[in-house]
């Protein structure tokens, strides 16, 4: 039989219903709440991303500001446009599109984002406030993955739970997640050895490398929960996920499928962290 769907597009309409509620009642009490996306050059994967970030936030009852910025644009000129974000009272969240242009450093850009308007979740502050099981926000995707675990009620304290990728927004917040929710983790990297002799073992399977399809079925324990992080475009224009799908289904207890998995439930998370962030500062 096959797994049962992880399905990030009705999760997320159920939980941005909630918060849409939760905005207009914050509006109603004098801070409607306020997310600022600055997009750098014309990355057409970017263009994608920001446009649903922005009709996500108009859905939510959320104010959104787009500030699109020219690629040639210099390291401190952008530093200026996030200064003054910080201390503008309306905006509570700010999100900086990446990749960023080769000439600006990510890490000094993330860094000068106010921690508490950080709805992204990537300033050391709150990658440190989150490994030490205290988080301000949660990086989005993680989290999203955290809800879609938590809607089918699976046993996490206890589980065994594989990550394949490691990176700071995605592989390495997620194991923390897990690992607080009670899992036992495993995070492989691309340096690895024979990757299937730990994901056979998982009862969680989450997979962010970047590689389309390189989980097959005979990578995956019987009956495991597969989360694919995975946004893969194929030469004839179809998107993938990182997990062989098609095949996997048959194995797998539960999976999500790519699109319609973790990619909704990413922006559903912005959206919760920048309604948390209006109400830090309402309070
Ligand atoms: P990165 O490129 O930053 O990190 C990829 C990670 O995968 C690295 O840790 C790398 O290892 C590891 N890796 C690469 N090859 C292998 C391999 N053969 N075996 C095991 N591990 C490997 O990617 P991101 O984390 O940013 O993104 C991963 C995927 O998730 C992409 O497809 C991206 O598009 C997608 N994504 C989707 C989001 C969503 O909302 N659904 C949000 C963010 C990302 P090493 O550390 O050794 O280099």
Redesign the pocket.
Known sequence: MPAKLLDGNLLSRQIRTEIATASAILSAKGTKPGLAVILIGENPASEIYVRNKVKACEEANIRSRLIRLPATISESDLLDHIHALNTNPDIHGILVQLPLPAQIDSFKVIESIDPMKDVDGFHVANAGALMTGKPLFKP??PY?CMKLLESIDYPIRGARAVI????N???KPMAMLLLQAGATITI?????KD?GAHTREADILVV????PK?ITANMVKPGAVVID????RLADGKLCG?VDFDEVKYVAGWISPVPGG??P??ITMLLQNTLEAANHFHQ
């Open positions: 989005c995707t999203g394949v990728g490691a990176s927004i995605v592989g492989c990297n691309s340096k690895t990757i962010a490398t970047g590689i390189m992080v995975g946004i893969n990182d973790v990619g439930m990413t």
